[in-house]
Structure formats: C-alpha cells, structure tokens
C-alpha cells in the first residue's frame, strides 16, 4: 500500500478488485501438488496449500448486514498432520476493545484514520463475522472466535495429501469504513469490501500463521475463487475475478457469479452511483475503473485522462518484471486512500491528476510484488512495500517523464533520517511490532527500496534488472522469502551475497565509509560502520583527470560489471585501507553515484 512517512512522504491507502464478463482464463500457476519445483535448488521440494472457496453471499444494502455460505476444499499439501485449523475473522477488529482499537490508542502516533475512532462505534456502525455452523466433511466442529481469529477443532486430523471440505455458515455486519474496508466512506462509497469473508490461515514450513488484525498486512493461501453476490440491482459492482453471464434477477436484487482463478484473496466494491468505464490493452488485460458520477467534473476528468497512463504503467510492470497473468485489471473508487487485492486495486477518487496517477502505480505494482510473489508480509513487509515502491518510482519516472537521475533518491533520504533517529528496528520485526508507525512506514517502504536499488550498486544494474525478472519467474505464484531474491541474486551475478541480508534486512548495522587523508598519490580510507560495502571511488587529479576506481568486497569473492580501475579487495575487519593513485591528486569522492546508503555522505568527500 502506498507509503506514508511524518513530513517526508503523503500517505496512501488502496483496496484492489476487477469485473468482466466472461468465462474465467487459464492462468500460469504452479502446479498444485505437493511438490512445486522450478529452476531455483532452494525450492525443489518446496510445498505450499491449496483452497478453492465455493461462497453465497446475500447483501442488505439497508442494514449493512450480509448472510453468507461457505463451502472450503483444503488440501494439505504439507508432509505434516494438520490437528487444527484456523480463519481470520478480520471485520471483528472494527468493535470497541479489539486489539486494533486498543493499539491505536496506545501507540505513540497513532493512524490518524483509526485512532480512537472505533472506540466510538455504536452495535450498529460496528464489524462483525459470526460463525453460526462449520463442519469437516459433514462433522459438525468444535470452534471458538478469539478477536479476530476463530480456532477449529478438528473431527479427525489433515493427513498429508489429504483433501477436506469445510462447511460453513456465517452472518456478518460491515462497519463504518475506518481502516481499508466499510461503508459509505467519506467521499460516500457505499460498500469497499476487503477481507470480508472468514478466510483460512495460511500454514508452511514455519507452521500457521493465525496473526490476529491489529493493523497490518495480510497473508492467505493459494487457490480459487467461486462467489455468487447477491446484492440490489441497481448497484455497480467490481469485484476480483471473472463474471461468470448475466446477472440473474429476482425482484429488486440480482445475483452475480464470480470465479477468480490462482489467487489468495477476494475484494468487491459496490455503489449504485459508478461509472464503468473499460479501456483495452493490446496484447494485455482489460482495464476497468469504476469511480462516482457524484465526484466534481475536475476530479471525473482526471479519471478519464488518467487512464491512458494506468495501462503505460501496467504495459512497464509486464516488461520489467513479468507478463501480467490475468485478463483484466480494475481501479475503483473507495476505502480510505490506497490498498492493493487481487486484480484490482481500491482508491479515494477526490485527488490530483498526479496523485491519481502516483497511488495507481504503486498499488498496481503490488499485483507483481505480494499478489504474485505473494511473500508474507506480516513477517517481510519490506518485500512487499519495498520492492512495490522501487518498481514504482522507476514507471513513475518514465511514464509521467519526470526524468530523474535517480527515481529512489527520496527512499534513500528517508532511510538516512530513519537510521540516524535512534528509532529504527531491524527489518526481521513483525509488522505489528513497531514501536512507531513512523518506523514502520520508513523501514518497509523506504528502507525496503533501498534494499533492492542497492543491491544494484552492489551486482551492477544490469544484473539486478535480470534478478528481478528471474526472481518473477521462479517465484510468482509462491510464497517467497527473504533468501530467495538474495540466492537469486547470487545466481545472477555470481556473487557471495549472504552478508547483505543479514547486515541490512537482519540488523540496524549502517554503512560509514569516510575518506581519512589524501597525501600526493595516496589515499586512505577508513570504515566507520559496521555494514560491509564495495567502493565506487572518483578520483580528480591534478591535472583536471579524473579516473573511477572500484574497491571489491572481499567477502563477496568476486567483483560486479564495472569499467572502473579494478584494485586490491578490501576485507571488513580492516578499518582502513591504503592504495595509490596513478597520478598527484587533488580530491577524491566515495560512491559519486549516491547509491550506497551512507549514513554520513559530508566525509565521502576530500
């Protein structure tokens, strides 16, 4: 979602969903087997779960209330015993005493969308998901809801390979929109509905993953979708997936089918006052955007003329990263700023041409960065947020032509005020764990873009562009880890890259890298931090030359494409190193591209 930071960068939230009509496509996915191999050795033998979710939907568009069946086929792909499984019931953190209301009233500084607002709720403005019967393979189950997580006990284990059919009926109430979902949002959306439905946790080699909702990010299982809304007639929605015909009608509502193949979540949004417009991307999906007549005609122009730039964005991903899967892509007015979801994406209409544009192509980028290479982002978030905002900077860059020498120099600035501000933590927090969301919001997009436009400075762009579409190749429609765009790194480049990880992801360890003296031809610089790096160096000499000289890490055993004059490695645990120059020098400048994250850039310069 998109990036907010205190005084450095606006804040941004989107949702995400589609709609056509049309029988569901073929989308490339891993198979679903136990055993899901590719290219990569650390994945031979990889395993992931599997769910296809069969729902029944009923609407009151009056009360906010909905009626819902549920039929879940799970397969336990693991070689593990499963004696339990567990939902996300993710609407019941929108109730006074949830662990969201308290959070925010606790943390220093807090949401300005939530703080004490659910506090406030009245039973009506609430959220709520009640589990009225759940069955395995037509057993009725022993359950209990705990805030937003509802812990089943089994009628007889999962056995690996095995396939279960839950069964479930439930009812539930949308809240006030607060935080992502809700009703009429405050530019009168009626209905922005994400994380809606009881949704399975997700389970792997680390065990489950029930993480209650206090603020945070989202991780679900693999598998496919077929939902039937029934909803009043006379409203618009888009929704992730395929529309399966015509909608059937019966008296004032009407009933549309779904179906959302090889995704891990689904998102609708409803108003009866949406314009649909569709604009078609040759050789790519069908664009949708769905916004309010009701909006002010600057705003609505800015809807249509931003159109054209939502597919140049799209049409950039697909190259730079990997082919867009699906057959369409939707933008639709509503939630509480910005947030991505499968297919589609959710955004407050009322804004800029610009901002419009801007916020579209970060959560747009999701789709390539979380709903395809769908890493966890409670445990990584900067993988998500990060690398979203890496790739983004870089369309924004060519498709608004603003031409900027480096598109991630604002990451760079915020990761540097973060770093020295004695309030960072190390990038291996959990999402809900940050003592500020300030941090929080600095570490995984900030930070998380750093990482990626470093590792550039460290492999050599044109390896990291190749990193970024083998790591697409191997690892969309997986659930990847940190590890695996590092290794795919190494593949690339040949490079030993082990200690960026751990020294950047794994720790608070900053690059210093100073210049200490410049006598004649000699040059010694010192390590002051703790964080490893290879040097870039631009010496001037006196004669008005300059000549670029490249120190290799040594232990990265080996050296990045470079031009640069190549000379001794340095090893980390020297806090010096002495070399000499070809000629008389007059200055000398550390990393002239300002690539490498150093926290005091004032003595890379003598």
């Not at 949002?185 to 206090?214: C, R």
């Amino acid at each position: 979602m998109k990036r907010s930071f205190v005084f450095l960068l606006s804040l941004s939230f989107l949702l995400s969903c589609s709609t056509t009509k049309g029988a569901a496509p073929t989308v490339s996915s891993p198979p679903n087997t136990a055993l899901a191999t590719n290219t990569s050795s650390e994945t031979t033998g990889y395993w992931q779960q599997h769910v296809d979710y069969k729902m029944e939907i009923d609407m009151d568009v009056n009360s906010y209330q909905y009626q819902g069946k549920q039929q879940l086929v799970y397969t336990n792909n693991s070689p593990d015993v499963l004696n339990k499984v567990f939902y996300h019931l993710y609407f019941n953190a929108f109730q006074p005493g949830s662990e969201m209301d308290v959070r925010s009233r606790t943390i220093a500084d807090p949401d300005r969308r939530v703080e004490d607002r659910i506090s406030k709720l009245k039973p009506n403005e609430i959220g709520y998901i009640n589990v009225n019967s759940l069955k395995q393979n037509g057993t009725i189950l022993k359950y209990e809801t705990v805030g937003t997580v509802l812990e089943v006990e089994l009628a007889k284990p999962i056995q690996p390979g095995e396939k279960v059919t839950f069964d479930m009926v439930f009812d539930a109430q949308v809240p006030v929109q607060i935080r992502r979902s809700g009703r009429n949002n405050k530019e009168g959306v009626a209905l922005s509905m994400t994380q809606w439905y009881p949704k399975l946790a997700e389970y792997d080699f680390e065990g489950w993953h029930a993480d209650p909702y206090i603020g945070r990010e989202f991780h679900g299982v693999w598998g496919n979708f077929d939902v039937k809304l029934t909803i009043n007639k006379n409203y618009v929605v888009g929704g992730t997936g395929y529309l399966q015909g015509e909608p059937t009608v019966k008296g004032n509502k009407k009933t549309m089918h779904f179906k959302a193949p090889n995704v891990h979540d689904f998102t609708w949004a409803a108003d009866p006052e949406y314009i649909h417009d569709t604009l078609q991307i040759e050789n790519g999906p069908l664009l949708n955007f769905y916004y309010k007549k009701t909006l002010p005609k600057e705003n609505i122009k800015f809807w249509k003329e931003f159109q054209p730039k939502a597919a140049a964005l799209i049409q950039y991903y697909s190259e730079h990263v990997g082919k867009y899967p699906y057959e369409q892509y939707s933008v639709i007015q509503g939630g509480d700023g910005g947030m991505e979801y499968a297919m589609c994406t959710l955004i407050t209409g009322k804004r800029s041409f610009g901002s419009l544009v801007g916020v579209t192509a970060h959560e747009m980028a999701h789709t390539w960065f979380q709903f395809l290479l769908a890493s966890n982002e409670a445990k990584h978030e900067w993988m998500d947020e990060g690398f979203t905002s890496y790739i983004s900077d870089l369309a924004m860059n060519e498709v608004m032509e603003t031409n900027k020498e480096n598109p991630t120099a604002g990451a760079y600035r915020n990761y540097l005020y973060l770093a020295k501000s004695g309030k960072e933590q190390p990038l291996t927090t959990h999402a809900d764990r940050y003592a500020y969301n300030q941090a929080y919001s600095i570490s995984a997009y900030s930070k998380g873009e750093v990482f990626l436009a470093q590792l550039g400075y460290v492999i050599g762009e044109e390896n990291l562009k190749k990193t970024i579409k083998k790591y697409f190749t191997d690892f969309s429609f997986k659930h990847p880890k940190p590890l695996d765009i590092v290794r795919t790194a190494e593949r690339v480049s040949g490079l030993e890259l082990d200690w960026y990880l751990i020294d950047f992801g794994q720790t608070t360890n900053t690059i210093d890298y100073g210049i200490t003296s410049v006598e004649d031809k000699t040059i010694t610089l010192e390590r002051i931090g703790l964080m490893p790096m290879p040097i870039d160096l631009t010496v001037t000499y006196t004669d008005g030359t300059t000549q670029n000289y490249y120190i290799p890490l040594q232990m990265m055993r080996g050296e990045k494409p470079t031009t640069a004059t190549l000379i001794k490695d340095w090893a980390w645990a020297y806090p010096t190193y002495t070399f000499n120059a070809e000629k008389s020098v007059k200055s000398v400048q550390i990393d002239p591209s300002g690539l490498m994250a150093d926290i005091n850039p004032d003595n890379n310069k003598k």
